[in-house]
T-cell receptor
Framework: QQPVQSPQAVILREGEDAVINCSSSKALYSVHWYRQKHGEAPVFLMILLKGGEQKGHEKISASFNEKKQQSSLYLTASQLSYSGTYFCGTEFSGAGSYQLTFGKGTKLSVIP | KAGVTQTPRYLIKTRGQQVTLSCSPI?????VSWYQQTPGQGLQFLFE???????NKGNFPGRFSGRQFSNSRSEMNVSTLELGDSALYLC???????????FGPGTRLTVL
């Protein structure tokens, strides 16, 4: 089942913060976050594992709430380079083999 | 280190034809996944290969097939093409299943 991402789109001014959510109706083993710029391939941001700690680097971080089966991506002090579509990919618990199911994406636009 | 390469980059076919797409993973990567990307559906999982074995397949008809060779290179084949098969087909490689995926630039398939 495809995870649900919210919001579908968001416009920010440089320096503002944003949160992107990814919710699943099935128990998750891991959540992967990718960013895709227009006309380019998706680029890996981070992986969060069940029972793992919140991840982050620079001004982008993420959390994984096992009780809610939800992950959130936090972008602080946004820069123009953060613009793109953000996808969460979910791996379900007990799947037995590796398969990422992606959400439909959140389009983030950062304007000067 | 060379990235993931996909050939061809663009392809135009007519309904009923078949097509073969190729993916060369990053050296040392043994896991290859294929995705179909369309504006309406986002990234949809097609299949995943590890050590020449297809370990998982997404919800696509049997017209979609693939294989992986001993050098980890992978091909996917679509037979009896339909208009709805027009999409960007992305290949992603990782060292092992469940780790960071590196995406190739994709093959843009147009079915007329």
């Amino acid at each position: 089942q495809q995870p649900v991402q919210s919001p579908q789109a968001v416009i920010l001014r440089e320096g503002e913060d944003a949160v992107i959510n990814c919710s699943s109706s099935k128990a998750l083993y891991s959540v992967h976050w990718y960013r895709q710029k227009h006309g380019e391939a998706p680029v890996f941001l981070m992986i969060l594992l069940k029972g793992g700690e919140q991840k982050g680097h620079e001004k982008i971080s993420a959390s994984f709430n096992e009780k809610k089966q939800q992950s959130s991506l936090y972008l602080t002090a946004s820069q123009l380079s953060y613009s793109g579509t953000y996808f969460c990919g979910t791996e379900f618990s007990g799947a037995g083999s590796y398969q990422l199911t992606f959400g439909k994406g959140t389009k983030l636009s950062v304007i000067p | 280190k060379a990235g993931v390469t996909q050939t061809p980059r663009y392809l135009i076919k007519t309904r009923g034809q078949q097509v073969t797409l190729s993916c060369s993973p990053i050296s040392g990567h043994r896991s290859v996944s294929w995705y179909q990307q369309t504006p309406g559906q986002g990234l949809q999982f097609l299949f995943e290969y590890f050590s020449e074995t297809q370990r998982n397949k997404g919800n696509f008809p049997g017209r979609f097939s693939g294989r992986q060779f001993s050098n980890s290179r992978s091909e996917m084949n679509v037979s009896t093409l339909e208009l709805g098969d027009s999409a960007l087909y992305l290949c992603a490689s990782s060292v092992t299943p469940g780790t960071e995926q590196f995406f190739g630039p994709g093959t843009r398939l147009t079915v007329l």
